[in-house]
T-cell receptor, first 111, second 119 residues
Framework: GENVEQHPSTLSVQEGDSAVIKCTYS??????FPWYKQELGKRPQLIID?????GEKKDQRIAVTLNKTAKHFSLHITETQPEDSAVYFC??????????FGKGTRLSVIA | GAVVSQHPSRVICKSGTSVKIECRSL??????MFWYRQFPKQSLMLMAT?????????EQGVEKDKFLINHASLTLSTLTVTSAHPEDSSFYIC???????????????FGPGTRLTVL
């Protein structure tokens, strides 16, 4: 089955700096790669996703890149703000298989 | 986006009792629902895939006799933790995909989660 590796596990950045989180996946059939933000005690919230036919997608301060050949995808957050502090999860799946999550990255934005 | 509800949001029970958690898709039909468990400071781990009208598919290491799943309709799946013990204390989250939209890229919608504490 699919296996998703995520790095780093923790990340601290100064407010206004950029944050980058990287994930790799094992199943070349995977074709959907969402990113979730989870605040303490709450459900994961989808913040951006990318399909296998797209290399990059941007939504305001958030961008995701995908390299299918290398089987890795990354989340980029620019101009970070304290409210960006949370745990971020990458995930992958294809077809009707369930989402497989990375282990998460705890992002702390220091004001 | 589509809405998934989960009930109860929080439950505290004594060791040995059974707890039922409901997951509902409120504005869409879901042939398939997923149950995840999340321990503190850890990721979401898939427990089982719930299929409407058929038996659930459990992940390796998850006891099907302990975690009973019933997906009786296209909008409701239930997870029953039988004979709960303190080590079952966790955050349980259900998830569903919309059936009608089909295709390969269906977003997976999450319920708000149920925090189970077994004393």
């Amino acid at each position: 089955g699919e296996n998703v590796e995520q790095h780093p596990s923790t990340l601290s950045v100064q407010e206004g700096d950029s944050a980058v989180i990287k994930c790799t996946y094992s199943d070349s059939a995977s074709n959907y790669f969402p990113w979730y933000k989870q605040e303490l005690g709450k459900r994961p919230q989808l913040i951006i996703d990318i399909r296998s036919n797209v290399g990059e997608k941007k939504d305001q301060r958030i961008a995701v890149t995908l390299n299918k050949t290398a089987k890795h995808f990354s989340l980029h957050i620019t101009e970070t703000q304290p409210e960006d502090s949370a745990v971020y999860f990458c995930a992958a799946y294809f077809g009707n298989t369930p989402l497989v999550f990375g282990k998460g990255t705890r992002l702390s934005v220091i004001a | 986006g589509a809405v998934v509800s989960q009930h109860p949001s929080r439950v505290i029970c004594k060791s040995g009792t059974s707890v039922k958690i409901e997951c509902r898709s409120l504005d869409f039909q879901a042939t398939t629902m997923f149950w995840y468990r999340q321990f503190p400071k850890q990721s979401l781990m898939l427990m089982a895939t719930s299929n409407e009208g058929s038996k659930a598919t459990y992940e390796q290491g998850v006891e099907k006799d302990k975690f009973l799943i019933n997906h009786a309709s296209l909008t409701l799946s239930t997870l029953t933790v039988t004979s709960a013990h303190p080590e079952d204390s966790s955050f349980y989250i259900c998830s569903a995909r919309e059936t009608e939209r089909g295709g390969l890229y269906n977003e997976q919608f999450f319920g708000p989660g149920t925090r189970l504490t077994v004393l």
